[in-house]
């Protein structure tokens, strides 16, 4: 199947700080990823949708200043948590989909835990 | 709204048994199923994927797609301890072009020697 990566894997920081995550496509061209999180035991909760070239598309409720989110590139998605907090400590996934279609298969990276101090 | 059901379980089974997991979507329109395989502390992984009605067979899995009653299930033979994990369903329909994927809360699957 088709590779995904993240980087880093794991980050702890201080509150307040900014924490970047990478999200990179490998061995495939990904004109969509999204952007998920999940809470310990929770459901995974889908934060954005991140087009190539264009803005990402917000979940409600998901504030788009405090989660930045570019996709500079065809294998290339970052996602900034700002000024973090203690409540954005989660378990940061992105997915990467085919370019070939709309419906097709999305393959996840292996996640980002982020703990906020 | 579209939605995505699971039963969150957990379904318990004995080694060797056939584990037989469920999902319903609310979306007609829904177009690609798929079930990942979560376990616990790392992301989710694609186990298969179907679009047709009937039943598709991957090795130990077989899912199972209904469109007339909406639901698509995943049935995995000769379970193993190693399959224990958490199996979400998601699913994809055109919802205004944006194919968008909905997925249910998961079902925690335990494989008992």
């Known amino acids: 199947g088709a590779v995904v990566s993240q980087h880093p894997s794991r980050v702890i920081c201080k509150s307040g700080t900014s924490v970047k995550i990478e999200c990179r496509s490998l061995?495939?061209?990904?004109?969509?990823m999204f952007w998920y999180r999940q809470f310990p035991k929770q459901s995974l909760m889908l934060m954005a949708t991140?087009?190539?070239?264009?803005?990402?598309?917000?979940e409600q409720g998901v504030e788009k200043d405090k989660f930045l989110i570019n996709h500079a590139s065809l294998t290339l998605s970052t996602l900034t948590v700002t000024s973090a907090h203690p409540e954005d400590s989660s378990f940061y996934i992105c997915?990467?989909?085919?370019?070939?279609?709309?419906?097709?298969?999305?393959?996840f990276g292996p996640g980002t835990r982020l703990t906020v101090l | 709204q579209k939605e995505v059901e699971q039963n969150s379980g957990p379904l318990s089974v004995p080694e060797g048994a056939i584990a037989s997991l469920n999902c319903t979507y609310s979306?007609?329109?829904?177009?690609?199923f798929f079930w990942y395989r979560q376990y616990s502390g790392k992301s989710p992984e694609l186990i298969m994927f179907i679009y047709s009605n009937g039943d598709k067979e991957d090795g130990r899995f077989t899912a199972q797609l209904n469109k007339a009653s909406q639901y698509v299930s995943l049935l995995i033979r000769d379970s193993q301890p190693s399959d224990s994990a958490t199996y979400l369903c998601?699913?994809?329909?055109?919802?205004?072009?944006?194919?968008?994927?909905?997925f249910g809360r998961g079902t925690s699957l335990i494989v008992h020697p």
């Open positions: 998601a699913v994809i329909g055109p919802s205004g072009g944006s194919y968008i994927p909905t």
């Open positions: 979306d007609r329109g829904s177009q690609s």
């Open positions: 991140s087009n190539e070239g264009s803005k990402a598309t917000y």
């Open positions: 061995d495939f061209q990904a004109t969509t």
């Open positions: 997915s990467a989909r085919l370019a070939s279609g709309g419906s097709g298969s999305q393959f």
